[in-house]
């Protein structure tokens, strides 16, 4: 295996409040003054091949985006380094320092600037960052429209005349246009509509042939991800909870979550078994701001026991993927 | 034969807008009977949620419901007194929108906005009132239900202001619900949840249900019958099971075709190419016909119905019935 070529290493997020002198007194004197900070990311560490897709899904609230986001050197880590080839994709001002990560987010509608044609979205970050000349522009542009599978001729049209699978081939030529190494994905079909999905994810593969993309791919849908990921990242409360490879992760999920996640998905059956299709998890996901001691996952955990209460697990090797859960790591009992 | 609880036949819905008219729903046709889910399947601009709100009642101008008949628990809907569609609203047919914080008023407590609710349809006492809302927060799975009758829409989970949304539908014990892609806001985890409960809650009380989604998956786990739209048409309905197993239109068997899980990894999806059509600006004959493999000239002409094991497709050139397919 080639050397790890994304390297996010030892990530953490935190979002603390602004808190005012007003807000300490009010809260002194009794009133309802959030102080609490939200701990989105916990000390994350993955590493992405060339050419590799990486899948991390999660619910709403797991911190999956604002990995993302950390990952793409658009936002800046609490602690912790980003590393491209082993340069920091971010200064410690919190100034992006490469051009070689870009990013696609889920909605094309709010993503593109409605005032800017086609043409001068694709052309604004090229010709800033010199790999085209303003001259040059229209012709780089028409390249990447053909690309991403759009005609040449709509570089003189507004964003509003698309439609939202046109739309988001324009955020992904936006995105190419910057001609990356690395792509996160953000959500990027999850806005669709099914018939349009399918062409989006088939670009998407095209593209990682043709050019050799490296992905980041976060997404809340396990179909999709199984299909275009080479592993797979599953995230809880801002932590990865288990890592392997697409097919032993999903043929043999180990963490208690992954394996209540894939079973309450409801599947597209169209064979004769009715009954127990799937099982939903039961109780929701615990707030951020008030995370539960020990392993995130205990409160909803039908397998928790004493020490997940207590302790968090590590991200240990479990069968062929990693797995940070105690029922393989001398069990759920606390030690005597 | 006793008539079907809900029986819509040949529903159009056109909006007239400054553009031009819009036929956001042209010539659905279906029944519903109670204990069942139908499943109302289609992409955005198919004409499903104009569906749901035509039975409701729910058309504003610039639209209106051009043609056809609503018949529901033997009285005919279209064309009658918006009083006595109101008495019907919410008693005998509730709707779950997709937004839960949309349809719960803010500035009211939980307890407070059920209450009302109860009393647009009944009097009741303020026991009764507030005994029949725990049962129903109970009902949908709701934890501590008498503390929640305190809290505003705000202090609550999503997953937990469509629970209270959902009760609020099954206060008035109605005899059909229509839900707008109830759990399509949600996370999967609860969406799950929410999905489970409703199917045991039509089935333990007696009562129809239209859900309408763009997610097959939910409707292959939930929906006794599937009817598909497309652009305002409809395009194939029938028993679930058979209609997934072996959809006889193309715009359904490419939709399936193209569900990630149903490929082998990393492969090319079979996609359908091209988008939805302009509503304004319709094809001719079957408004599928400009992206389908199978179109020929005579599909220009409006399509026939093919029926065969208690299922129908409009379309000119069917895929071959499942026994067939199976040689």
């Keep these: 295996m080639s050397d790890p070529h994304l390297v996010i290493d030892r990530v953490s997020k935190r979002f603390d409040p602004r808190v005012t002198l007003g807000d300490r007194i009010a809260a002194r004197l009794g009133a309802r003054v959030e102080l609490r900070g939200v701990q989105a990311v916990r000390d994350v560490s993955l590493a992405i091949a060339p050419g590799e897709t990486l899948g991390l899904v999660g619910e709403s609230g797991c911190g999956k985006s604002t990995l993302g986001r950390m990952a793409a050197g658009i936002m800046a880590p609490t602690s912790g380094t980003v590393r491209l080839e082993g340069r920091p994709v971010m200064s410690p001002g919190g100034t992006k320092l490469t051009t070689r990560v870009q990013t696609v987010f889920q909605d094309p509608f709010a993503s593109l600037n409605p005032r800017m044609s086609v043409g001068e979205i694709l052309a604004e970050g090229p010709v800033a960052h010199g790999l085209t000349t303003r001259e040059n522009a229209r012709d780089y542009v028409a390249g990447w429209l053909d690309r991403v599978g759009l005609d040449r001729s709509y570089v003189g049209r507004f964003p509003h005349q698309f439609s939202g699978g046109q739309r988001q081939r324009i955020a992904i030529a936006r995105a190419l246009a910057m001609q990356p190494d690395v792509l996160v994905c953000d959500e990027p079909v999850a806005s669709l509509d099914v018939s349009i999905q399918a062409q989006i994810i088939n670009l998407f593969l095209k593209l990682r042939r043709e050019l050799g993309l490296t992905y980041l791919f976060i997404s809340h849908d396990l179909g999709v991800v199984r299909h275009i990921s080479d592993r797979v990242a599953i995230m809880y409360l801002g932590r990865i909870v288990e890592i392997g490879t697409a097919d032993a992760l999903y043929a043999d999920p180990r963490h208690p979550y992954t394996q209540a996640l894939l079973a309450s998905v409801p599947r597209l059956m169209t064979e004769d078994a009715v009954g127990a299709e799937f099982a939903p998890i039961a109780g929701e996901i615990p707030s951020p701001l008030a995370p539960p001691p020990g392993c995130p996952f205990h409160t909803r955990c039908p397998a928790a026991g004493p020490r997940c209460v207590a302790e968090m697990p590590d991200l240990v090797p479990t069968g062929a993927q990693r797995v940070a859960c105690h029922l393989y790591t001398g069990g759920v009992e606390l030690a005597a | ?327």
């Design chain 2, 1 to 327: 034969m006793t008539e079907p609880l809900l029986q819509v036949r040949d529903l159009h819905t056109h909006f007239f807008t400054r553009a031009g008219e819009v036929k956001a729903v042209n010539g659905v046709s279906f029944s519903v009977d109670r204990g069942r889910v139908l499943g109302l399947v289609g992409e955005s601009g198919s004409g499903k949620s104009v569906t749901g709100y035509s039975i409701l009642g729910l058309i504003d101008p610039p639209g209106r419901i051009v043609s056809g008949s609503i018949r529901f628990e033997g009285r005919e809907l279209v064309g009658l007194d918006p009083d006595e569609l109101r008495a019907l609203r919410g008693r005998r047919i509730a709707m779950v929108f997709q937004d839960a914080t949309a349809t719960l008023n803010p500035v009211l407590t939980v307890g407070r906005q059920m209450t009302l609710a109860i009393r647009a349809h009944e009097r009741a006492s303020d026991r009764a009132a507030r005994d029949l809302a725990l049962d129903v927060l109970k009902k949908v799975g709701i934890p501590d239900p008498a503390s929640r009758l305190n809290t505003y829409p705000h202090e609550l989970s999503g997953g937990m202001r469509q629970r209270v949304a959902i009760a609020v539908a099954l206060l008035h014990r109605p005899a059909l619900i229509v839900a707008d892609e109830p759990t399509t806001a949600l996370d999967v985890s609860v969406q799950a949840q929410i999905i489970f409960e409703m199917r045991d809650l039509v089935r333990s009380l007696g009562t129809a249900m239209i859900w309408i989604t763009h997610d097959l998956a939910t409707v292959s786990s939930l929906a006794d019958d599937v009817l598909v739209m497309y652009a305002g048409r409809m395009v194939e309905a029938g028993p679930t099971r058979v209609t997934l197993r072996a959809p006889r239109h193309p715009y359904t068997a490419g939709l399936l075709a193209s569900v990630p899980s149903r490929n082998p990894k990393g492969v090319d999806l079979p996609q359908i190419p091209g988008s939805t059509p302009s509503l304004l600006r319709l094809p001719p004959g079957c408004p599928f016909q400009p992206r389908c493999p199978r179109a020929t000239p005579v599909c220009r002409e409006d399509p026939p119905r093919v029926v065969d094991s208690g299922r129908e497709a409009l379309c000119h050139h069917p895929l071959p019935p499942a026994s067939q397919a199976a040689a």
